[in-house]
């Protein structure tokens, strides 16, 4: 154990963790409470429903965040739901972009189905513009079509015209502002965010104004396994799985070693000298 260079513990380390990547395990997943709830709600809206869809955040939490917006956008086209596509930060378009591909590969028409409304610059005070008249705030949609000659914005006048909110954000507007701006409308309002956002979230749940909120890429995993199509996530949390796994094996390994080499104390000898 002494002589082990400590480079094998990195690789096996390195193993570990692309291993899944490439041959995926599909390790089970407990859902959680929270995501659960979001799932529940969402798998009650069908075609008749059209739901706001906002990713608001961008590169620096995308690896989180992503797969949270993929396993609810395939629930909702699974089911049928016409989608609103927005963001309200500007690399928000780079992940709304992909929502709209798969929408259409599912067979959704563009303008009836699916509408993406870009970049609204602006925070909150966009958020406010947009509730208030989302044909007002936002004239053209991103191929420059009038938004009001779009089938599927044809009755949409205010926020409350839309059966459902859910939005992916870290920063802002986040949680917060979307509260705050929705309080006058009282829209059912999902949202997926980064772990480490939820502490504050929490509080909206409670009270009512958030319906649900899926927590991360552990929430994310949870989420495909409730809807059956298996992603990113489930691969993404099969890595951290073995990884810790490993750290649990070294440290218990590391320990049976210190145990067993370890010295007896050294008795004192008894008497005295004449």
């Known amino acids: 154990m002494k002589a082990l260079d400590r480079r094998w513990l990195y690789l096996a380390l390195l193993a570990a963790v692309l291993f899944p990547l490439f041959r995926p395990i599909g390790l089970p997943v407990r859902v959680g409470t929270f995501t659960r709830t979001v799932y529940d709600y969402l798998d009650k ?3 008749n429903d059209i739901v ?3 990713s608001d955040y961008g590169p620096g939490t995308a690896a989180e965040n992503q797969p949270i917006g993929l ?7 699974k089911n049928g739901v016409k989608l609103i596509i927005m963001a309200f930060v500007p690399e928000g378009p780079m992940y709304s972009r992909g929502i709209v591909e798969i929408s259409l590969a599912a067979g959704y028409r563009y303008g009836e189905d699916v509408v993406d409304l870009g970049y609204l610059p602006g925070g ?3 958020l406010a513009s947009f509730f208030a008249g989302p044909k007002k705030a936002v004239p053209k949609d991103t191929r420059g079509t009038s938004t009001d000659t779009i089938p599927l914005l044809a009755g949409i006048e205010t926020i409350n015209d839309v059966s459902a909110i859910f939005h ?8 917060t502002e979307y509260v705050r701006q929705n309080a006058s409308y009282g829209v059912p309002l999902t949202a ?10 929490m509080a909206y749940v409670q009270a009512g104004q958030v319906v649900g909120i899926i927590p991360g890429l552990q929430g994310a995993a949870e989420y495909e396994s409730l809807t059956g199509k298996l992603g990113f996530a489930t691969v993404a949390m099969d890595s951290q799985s073995l990884a810790y796994l ?3 094996g070294a440290i218990l390994l590391g320990n049976v070693y210190h145990f067993t080499q370890r010295k007896p104390r050294p008795t004192g000898q008894t008497g005295g000298s004449n």
């Open 168 to 175: 992916v954000a870290t920063g802002v507007p986040g949680s």
């Open 192 to 201: 997926g965010m980064s772990m480490n956002m939820m502490t504050m979230a």
């Open 71 to 77: 396993a609810v956008a395939q629930h909702l086209i």
């Open 45 to 47: 809206l069908g075609p």
């Open 124 to 126: 909150e005070m966009a």
């Open 246 to 248: 490993l750290y649990i």
């Open 52 to 54: 706001l869809f906002a």
